[in-house]
């Protein structure tokens, strides 16, 4: 493959996980708010999410090879030797792709980890947690309309996450 489509690949790969990282924060935060005064210990709310997402994300891939976010641009992941991951070897790769690929999506430091594992995958055609869990990704065809409910749902998320406070109110008021 060339730079210029390893690059369109590791563009992907970002914003499917981006995708995930905001679904399952979403959902997270939905099942976080039931539980009384979580978000008043902000270290144990921050780890417990981290577990949250990466274990989402290892069932998701362990049971269907993929997650939301990669579904929706094609990308399925395989171990070198086998079709389909087990849920620890799953859970093994995505630990090491949110450390290493995104520093635990730590607000804007995780874009210079994101940068560099683009460039070491346009540079080897695999990235740390990929070589270290000995999977690799397989593209399929992904339609135009795929992408566009890609971003119509990515924009969705977002805007539930972002008024999600304003948004438990209105039914609170409802009741």
């Known amino acids: 493959m060339t730079g210029k489509s390893l690059s369109k690949i590791a563009w992907l790969r970002f914003w499917a996980r981006m995708f995930d990282y905001f679904l399952f924060g979403f959902i997270f935060l939905v099942l976080a708010s039931h539980i009384p005064n979580f978000e008043q210990y902000p270290a144990i709310f921050f780890f417990v999410q981290i577990l949250f997402l990466i274990s989402s994300e290892a069932m998701f891939i362990a049971k269907t090879g993929t997650t939301p976010g990669k579904k929706f641009l094609g990308i399925h992941v395989v171990g070198k ?9 799953a859970w093994y790769r995505t630990f090491w792709a949110y450390v290493k690929g995104i520093w635990l999506g730590l607000p804007v430091v995780m874009f210079v980890p994101a940068w560099f594992s683009k460039k070491r995958f346009i540079q080897d055609g695999t990235t740390i947690w990929d070589e270290a869990a000995q999977t690799e990704i397989i593209l399929s065809p992904s339609n135009f309309f795929r ?29």
Do not use: D, E, H, P
């Open 81 to 89: 030797n086998v079709r389909t991951l087990s849920f620890k070897k």
């Open 147 to 175: 992408k566009v409910m890609f971003v119509l749902v990515f924009l969705l998320i977002m805007f539930l996450i972002g008024n999600y406070s304003l948004l438990q109110q209105a039914m609170q008021q409802a009741k």
